[in-house]
């Protein structure tokens, strides 16, 4: 028989389906209860990809199930299940009333404003909240702050360094595996004119009848929200993310470094790892890929090089990034350092560009929810931040499109690390380059009708003209940056004449740009 009132209401979200999470401790089937609810605010407050939407969905009903499978008491919101489900404090707020429970436990979210809900929630229904570090990570928020404190400046790799002698990854003796904590310059290769080798099909799971369910639902609710749902096969359990782990060790990590950052198209997966979504639903722990890497590299299946890179996207940025979150928010999310002010044009919601570079990696967004890291960061992020988008505005659009976008990891590396827009905190420079730096890095611009080596005239590309432009707009903010020195110094070669001639092409393609957003109502 069911008891009515819980001594504890474990709550859960989206993306904490971890049955060893630290709100389980102590937890006694015979007493407590978990909470989880569906609502349609976490798919409309942005404009959620249906990709997005349903590998949360998912993921929350198959771990559901779960734990039902272990007797234990969960109180369920579907969407579809006639209940009201507008916002996950509000669908609270009503089940705390009808259950009144003694306290209520959470793993702490992943987003600062969920976190604001819920304590207000608790507050205003006057039941004790406790909020428990998430041990998924490595690190936590109180780490990272005692790490910043009394520090100038802030540097991923020297973070990321501490973390591999503290854990003992890739360590010997005391120093790093190899000599070298960095082997990032071997790891920017290009491919040759034949492109990539062996086909890599993506994710690959075929959704269960429970995932069709859901898909349908998506489908019918959502039906307005931007995506297709026809390549939906992301792992949704704990036991697919770990074989997608282990596809990626046997099959993509020996070469993952060497084209880590490489493009090409019609290949939206290539040799990437493509479990960024199990760790950010903590359906795989980033111990176990870390540990798989290691000891790929000690059987002699894969480089160091490439061990290394994959190592420190999980340990180093990944840890980095949630202690930028955690120390800098609720303020960090309005920082606009470079004052950027144009709308983001509308071809990011619709792929409808003669650009190849963004058509490819905007198309295959749309198609699959999914683009990886060198495409965000130097050809949809690099032509918001030369275009002068708001930064706001880029944030809401890759934590509305991306599977795998969860507020902490996402919004520094937007802001930050793309946009420059938080004055040099997570990166030591603006990431800017020209069109020429895509075309050394894919094939797009052979099937492009601009020239990568133009600055201005009609068959410009509008990366190139925006770099140059970027240049002379921020030439003043950037004198005192030692990195822009040489950047900055071509510049200066350049007559008032080109200038000129640069800040009127630019103005132009930011006229076109300037198109109203697709509704998202």
């Given at each position: 028989m069911k008891m009515k009132s819980p001594r504890h209401l474990i709550v859960i979200f989206g993306d904490q389906l971890n049955r060893e999470a630290a709100a389980f401790d102590n937890f006694d089937s015979t007493q407590d209860a978990v909470w989880m609810a569906e609502v349609d605010d976490e798919s409309k407050h942005v404009w959620s990809h249906k990709q997005r939407i349903a590998i949360f969905l998912s993921g929350m009903r198959h771990f559901r199930d779960a734990l039902l499978s272990e007797d234990i008491r969960v109180e369920y919101t579907q969407l579809d299940d006639g209940k009201e489900s507008d916002k996950l404090s509000n669908r609270l707020g009503i089940d705390l009333r009808a259950l009144s429970p003694e306290k209520v436990i959470v793993t702490q979210p992943g987003e600062w404003r969920v976190l604001q809900a819920l304590k207000k929630v608790c507050c205003d229904e006057e039941v004790p909240l406790e909020v428990r570090d998430d041990r998924h990570f490595y690190t936590n928020a109180k780490d990272f702050e005692e790490y910043a404190k009394g520090r100038k400046s802030l540097r991923m790799e020297f973070f990321y360094r501490e973390l591999r002698k503290r854990f003992d990854v890739l360590m010997e003796y005391g120093k790093p595996t190899g000599g070298d904590w960095n082997y990032d310059k071997e790891n920017r290769g290009s491919f040759g004119k034949g492109g990539p080798e062996g086909p890599n099909n993506g994710p690959g799971f075929k959704p269960d009848v429970l995932t069709r369910e859901v898909l349908d639902l998506v489908n019918e609710r959502f039906a307005d929200h931007p995506g297709s749902l026809d390549s939906f096969a992301w792992p949704v359990t704990p036991e697919e993310a770990q074989?997608?782990?282990?596809?990626?060790?046997?099959?993509?990590?020996?070469?993952?470094?060497?084209?880590?950052?490489?493009?090409?198209?019609?290949?939206?997966?290539?040799?990437?790892?493509?479990?960024?979504?199990?760790?950010?639903?903590?359906?795989?722990?980033?111990?176990?890929?870390?540990?798989?890497?290691?000891?790929?590299?000690?059987?002699?299946?894969?480089?160091?090089?490439?061990?290394?890179?994959?190592?420190?996207?999980?340990?180093?940025?990944?840890?980095?990034?949630?202690?930028?979150?955690?120390?800098?928010?609720?303020?960090?999310?309005?920082?606009?350092?470079?004052?950027?002010?144009?709308?983001?044009?509308?071809?990011?919601?619709?792929?409808?560009?003669?650009?190849?570079?963004?058509?490819?990696?905007?198309?295959?967004?749309?198609?699959?929810?999914?683009?990886?890291?060198?495409?965000?960061?130097?050809?949809?992020?690099?032509?918001?931040l030369l275009l002068g988008v708001d930064p706001k505005m880029l944030h809401e659009w890759y934590l509305a499109v991306y599977v795998d976008a969860v507020e902490w990891a996402e919004l520094p590396?937007?802001?930050?690390?793309?946009?420059?827009?938080?004055?040099?905190?997570?990166?030591?420079?603006?990431?800017?380059?020209?069109?020429?730096?895509?075309?050394?890095?894919?094939?797009y611009c052979k099937n492009c009708p601009k020239n990568p080596m133009e600055k201005t005239g009609e068959n410009a590309c509008p990366f190139t003209t925006l770099y140059w432009d970027y240049l002379i707009r921020h030439q003043v903010a950037l004198k005192s940056n030692h990195r822009m020195g040489l950047q900055l110094r071509n510049l200066d070669r350049l007559n008032e004449g080109d200038r000129s001639g640069i800040t009127k092409a630019a103005n132009e393609i930011r006229s076109v740009s300037a198109c109203r957003t697709p509704s998202k109502t």
């Amino acid at each position: 028989m069911k008891m009515k009132s819980p001594r504890h209401l474990i709550v859960i979200f989206g993306d904490q389906l971890n049955r060893e999470a630290a709100a389980f401790d102590n937890f006694d089937s015979t007493q407590d209860a978990v909470w989880m609810a569906e609502v349609d605010d976490e798919s409309k407050h942005v404009w959620s990809h249906k990709q997005r939407i349903a590998i949360f969905l998912s993921g929350m009903r198959h771990f559901r199930d779960a734990l039902l499978s272990e007797d234990i008491r969960v109180e369920y919101t579907q969407l579809d299940d006639g209940k009201e489900s507008d916002k996950l404090s509000n669908r609270l707020g009503i089940d705390l009333r009808a259950l009144s429970p003694e306290k209520v436990i959470v793993t702490q979210p992943g987003e600062w404003r969920v976190l604001q809900a819920l304590k207000k929630v608790c507050c205003d229904e006057e039941v004790p909240l406790e909020v428990r570090d998430d041990r998924h990570f490595y690190t936590n928020a109180k780490d990272f702050e005692e790490y910043a404190k009394g520090r100038k400046s802030l540097r991923m790799e020297f973070f990321y360094r501490e973390l591999r002698k503290r854990f003992d990854v890739l360590m010997e003796y005391g120093k790093p595996t190899g000599g070298d904590w960095n082997y990032d310059k071997e790891n920017r290769g290009s491919f040759g004119k034949g492109g990539p080798e062996g086909p890599n099909n993506g994710p690959g799971f075929k959704p269960d009848v429970l995932t069709r369910e859901v898909l349908d639902l998506v489908n019918e609710r959502f039906a307005d929200h931007p995506g297709s749902l026809d390549s939906f096969a992301w792992p949704v359990t704990p036991e697919e993310a770990q074989k997608a782990l282990s596809n990626f060790i046997h099959n993509r990590l020996a070469v993952f470094g060497k084209y880590q950052d490489a493009m090409w198209t019609d290949e939206p997966w290539l040799y990437h790892s493509l479990i960024s979504t199990s760790l950010n639903l903590k359906l795989l722990d980033p111990r176990d890929a870390v540990a798989a890497a290691e000891k790929a590299y000690k059987d002699g299946h894969a480089p160091l090089a490439a061990v290394e890179g994959f190592i420190r996207q999980i340990l180093g940025w990944r840890e980095y990034v949630r202690g930028i979150y955690w120390m800098h928010m609720p303020e960090y999310i309005d920082r606009n350092a470079m004052d950027a002010q144009e709308p983001l044009p509308d071809f990011y919601w619709t792929g409808d560009t003669d650009l190849e570079c963004l058509k490819q990696s905007v198309g295959q967004t749309l198609e699959h929810g999914y683009a990886h890291h060198i495409q965000r960061l130097m050809v949809t992020g690099l032509y918001a931040l030369l275009l002068g988008v708001d930064p706001k505005m880029l944030h809401e659009w890759y934590l509305a499109v991306y599977v795998d976008a969860v507020e902490w990891a996402e919004l520094p590396n937007t802001l930050g690390m793309s946009q420059y827009a938080d004055s040099g905190l997570m990166a030591s420079k603006p990431y800017i380059a020209t069109g020429n730096y895509i075309n050394k890095m894919s094939n797009y611009c052979k099937n492009c009708p601009k020239n990568p080596m133009e600055k201005t005239g009609e068959n410009a590309c509008p990366f190139t003209t925006l770099y140059w432009d970027y240049l002379i707009r921020h030439q003043v903010a950037l004198k005192s940056n030692h990195r822009m020195g040489l950047q900055l110094r071509n510049l200066d070669r350049l007559n008032e004449g080109d200038r000129s001639g640069i800040t009127k092409a630019a103005n132009e393609i930011r006229s076109v740009s300037a198109c109203r957003t697709p509704s998202k109502t």
